[in-house]
T-cell receptor
Framework: DGGITQSPKYLFRKEGQNVTLSCEQN?????MYWYRQDPGQGLRLIYY???????QKGDIAEGYSVSREKKESFPLTVTSAQKNPTAFYLC???????????FGSGTQLSVL | AQSVSQHNHHVILSEAASLELGCNYS??????LFWYVQYPGQHLQLLLK??????LVKGIKGFEAEFIKSKFSFNLRKPSVQWSDTAEYFC??????????FGKGTRLSVIA
């Protein structure tokens, strides 16, 4: 099955803890994105990567980090510096022609 | 940087009423325009998109949108809503080669 796999579906973070959200795709898309969805805020861009070993900050990158060592994978780490991490996190990919984003099923992160 | 405004946070309509949701973007040039929908408990789905050509775009489920370049607008319309249209609607825009920027969303509630 082709698609984007985000894991875990639900994640709980303790104070001061770093957590990593996984995003894997087998669509062979170059561009990958991380968005954060909060009620009433829409989707806000955290980081994006257009090719392997390269990524750029989005509008709300503070407190987050990413890596892109493989085309298939774009993990997002929510660091302890992110003071308000509770949100729904969506990973997305874009094919080369850029017609539409493909979304994963998301990870709900909550703080204990 | 590109920004997207959706004027209505929450719209309540009776079944069979007509719908128009506003969307304006800030930065011109060559733009790609999208409307996404998120039904309760489901993932984002693409309703329609505009890249070029006829500024009146038809999408799925009877939705359409009109691109008015001079007004930087891409309003979503449907002549007669159904209860099943209850969802959150997101307008999104990107310029060539840049990530998609989303509006904050409009929640539509359709009542019988």
């Amino acid at each position: 099955d082709g698609g984007i796999t985000q894991s875990p579906k639900y994640l709980f973070r303790k104070e001061g803890q770093n957590v990593t959200l996984s995003c894997e795709q087998n669509l062979n898309h170059d561009a990958m994105y991380w968005y954060r969805q909060d009620p009433g805020q829409g989707l806000r861009l955290i980081y994006y990567s257009q090719i392997v070993n390269d990524f750029q900050k989005g509008d709300i990158a503070e407190g987050y980090s990413v890596s892109r060592e493989k085309k298939e994978s774009f993990p997002l780490t929510v660091t302890s510096a992110q003071k308000n991490p509770t949100a729904f996190y969506l990973c997305a990919t874009l094919p080369d022609r850029g017609e539409k984003l493909f979304f994963g099923s998301g990870t709900q992160l909550s703080v204990l | 940087a590109q920004s997207v405004s959706q004027h209505n946070h929450h719209v309540i309509l009776s079944e069979a009423a007509s719908l128009e949701l506003g969307c304006n973007y800030s930065y011109g040039g060559t733009v790609n325009l999208f409307w996404y929908v998120q039904y309760p408990g489901q993932h984002l789905q693409l309703l329609l998109k505009y890249f070029s050509g006829d500024p009146l775009v038809k999408g799925i489920k009877g939705f359409e949108a009109e691109f008015i370049k001079s007004k930087f607008s891409f309003n979503l319309r449907k002549p007669s809503v159904q209860w099943s249209d209850t969802a959150e609607y997101f307008c999104a825009v990107n310029n060539l080669g840049t990530p998609l920027v989303f509006g904050k969303g409009t929640r539509l509630s359709v009542i019988a």
